[in-house]
């Protein structure tokens, strides 16, 4: 019987923990896809205790507590940190073969290395022992980013945004670089026009240009599309149910620009039209400047009315949805190909059932000009876990080339997520280490070794033409 969470913790074989340990384990960190609140790095925060780290804004683990009959003012209400963070122990040994059983305790090792299991009898203990380390210096936000060997950091920012907290760590010369990453989801929600209008007037003072028709307010996205360029960015991102691909003229979106401005709610069909046209202004945007552009698709957001109106999005009451994906994908795509404007591009799914779907559509649009241009991204939210990670890598080994695959993310807003790397890596190299012992692939390990460190690492570094914050 294997101990839990040994140095071979996912490692079945010895090939696959020979090319974890000589290949996989050392290599850095690229982030580039994540939520941290890149004002925490430039003040190089201190936090005061464990939940603070932890808990604060982890939707992941409210949802398992509220499961487990845990009052919500120990998840988002007002009890105090020990007694949120008590909680939240009783609450572990009950997701047993959930990831977050996993990720809590490889967290607990990695940063803390604390091996002790977390329950109701050791929360006391853990939590002193946890907050003492973090009270101190060595863990700071930044101090953090390095002992997990973090080399970049692409945080998610809306256009409106200053980047003001980007300029200070760039200026600062810190060592990590944080990018901000490009995500204009609130310049496509015409769908609430009293919001939409709102957010125009943000854009307005953001960019210094008077938004009176549909060409100003594109010359204004065009502006902060500019300003992130110059703060180094080189990623866009879109949160969205399913690409929208209706048929528009641009005589359709100035009409719809100017009925939605004059706050009047706009049909369905409409809708689907300015969204429609925005990604594919958004996309030739990115293409122009050599960006590699992102799409979060499938997930069916804010589905507890009554909790949306309490606690607002981003809370924990999203899930999987079932939308039409292929052909709007694929119009949204060649029409972007057809002018030679489509650019590189990574898919994220989020019901497993589209897999292959996903992972054969990037194969329709690769050309030849960068390896990998078409990218179908790593296992999503409730895909990033032991068994959605194993599917994307099997769906994209069949269909196309791992060997090719930028690998993980954090997506997260924790700083102690970066364990969720160290898991990827685990199963990526135990898939192959297996395949290896099988007989499936030749025994080269040199060849197969750089194969892992090429997913884990030096893909992501070269696709994205990433430089440290030093050059």
């Not at 009315?305 to 994906?325: A, V």
């Not at 199963?427 to 194969?451: A, H, Q, R, T, V």
């Amino acid at each position: 019987m294997k101990e839990f969470l040994d140095e071979n913790f996912l490692l079945e074989t010895n090939t696959a923990a020979k090319l974890y340990h000589d290949y996989a384990k050392s290599k850095p960190i690229i982030d580039y896809h994540c939520h941290l609140p890149q004002q925490d790095v430039a003040s190089d925060r201190i936090f005061n205790d464990l939940t603070e780290i932890w808990l604060e804004g982890d939707h992941y683990k409210w949802r398992a507590m509220r499961t487990n009959g845990v009052d919500e003012k120990y998840c988002t209400g007002d009890a105090s940190n020990i007694e949120k963070f008590k909680k939240w122990a009783e609450t572990v040994p009950y997701t047993m073969r959930n990831p977050l059983y996993h990720w809590t305790h490889l967290e607990l090792q990695r940063y803390f290395g604390i091996r002790k299991l977390l329950n109701k009898n050791t929360a006391e203990e853990i939590y002193e022992e946890a907050s003492e380390m973090l009270r101190k210096p060595d863990f700071s936000a930044k101090n953090i980013l390095h002992k997990m060997k973090v080399e970049v950091v692409c945080t998610t920012d809306d256009p409106v945004d200053d980047l003001k907290y980007h300029k200070e760590l760039k200026d600062s010369g810190f060592d990590v670089s944080i990018l901000p990453t490009f995500r204009p989801d609130k310049a496509m929600a015409v769908e609430n026009a009293v919001e939409f209008v709102k957010y125009v007037k943000k854009l307005e003072k953001a960019s210094n240009i008077s938004i009176s028709d549909f060409k100003s307010f594109i010359d204004a996205i065009q502006n902060r599309h500019d300003f992130f360029a110059d703060m180094g960015c080189k990623l866009s991102d879109h949160g969205i149910e399913t690409m929208y691909a209706n048929d528009y003229t641009d005589s359709d979106l100035k009409s719809i620009f100017t009925k939605v401005l004059s706050g009047k709610e706009l049909s369905v069909e409409e809708v689907g039209k300015f969204k429609a046209g925005m990604l594919v202004i958004g996309a030739r945007m990115d293409h122009e400047k050599g960006w590699t552009q992102q799409f979060h698709l499938g997930a069916i957001r804010n589905n507890n009315p009554r909790m949306m109106r309490e606690l607002g999005p981003d809370t924990g009451f999203d899930s999987i949805g079932d939308f039409e994906m292929a052909r709007p994908m694929s119009k949204f795509l060649g029409r972007l190909d057809d002018t030679d404007q489509l650019a590189r591009t990574i898919l994220y799914n989020l019901n497993p059932r589209d897999n292959y779907l996903f992972a054969t559509m990037i194969g329709n649009f690769q050309d030849g000009s960068v390896a990998g241009k078409m990218q179908f991204g790593s296992g999503w939210w409730f895909l990033d876990q032991k068994e959605g990670m194993e599917m994307q890598m099997n769906a994209l080994s069949n269909l196309g080339l791992l060997s090719r695959f930028v690998g993980m993310l954090t997506d997260s807003r924790s700083f102690l997520s970066y364990p969720r790397h160290e898991y990827f890596r685990r199963l990526l190299c135990n898939l192959l280490g297996n395949d290896i012992e099988k007989g499936l692939l030749p025994n080269d390990i040199e060849f197969i070794g750089e194969m892992v460190e090429n997913i884990c690492y030096y893909n992501a570094k070269n696709f994205f033409e990433f430089n440290s914050n030093t050059d």
